[in-house]
């Protein structure tokens, strides 16, 4: 199993940046990427960044693409999310998730989830 762990959310203003971390544990060696989720009250879960663990490669909605920079660092087996340019419509409770298999979109392991307000 793979445990995830979330934190550096908080309240920003808006225009204010937020960086938030995703510390991962256990059968970390079997994770092939890494990606942040959020979910906005009324609205479904949506993709916002992934990296690949090993490659690095990394992914972007294009809500947050230009504002949002995704990167990990393996050898403290963790990926961060700098956001910047906030807006009050990146308010939401962010996810990270890891993916096990490459070949498959799936995201097998989440985390509880960090919120993040940015106020107007």
């Known amino acids: 199993q793979v445990q995830l762990v979330e934190s550096g959310g908080g309240l920003v203003q808006a225009g204010g940046s937020l960086r938030l971390f995703c510390a991962a544990s256990?059968?970390?060696?079997?994770?092939?990427?890494i990606g942040w989720f959020r979910r906005s009250p009324g609205k479904e879960r949506e993709f916002v960044a992934a990296?690949?663990?090993?490659?690095?490669?990394?992914y972007y909605a294009n809500s947050v693409k230009g504002r949002f920079t995704i990167s990990r660092d393996n050898a403290k087996n963790s990926v961060y999310l700098q956001m910047d340019t906030l807006t009050p419509e990146d308010t939401a409770v962010y996810y990270c998730?890891?993916?096990?298999?490459?070949?498959?979109?799936?995201?097998?392991?989440w985390g509880q989830g960090t919120q993040v307000t940015v106020s107007s």
């Open positions: 990296i690949n663990w090993s490659g690095g490669t990394t």
């Open positions: 998730a890891a993916n096990l298999s490459g070949g498959s979109p799936t995201y097998d392991y």
């Open positions: 256990g059968r970390t060696f079997s994770i092939h990427a």
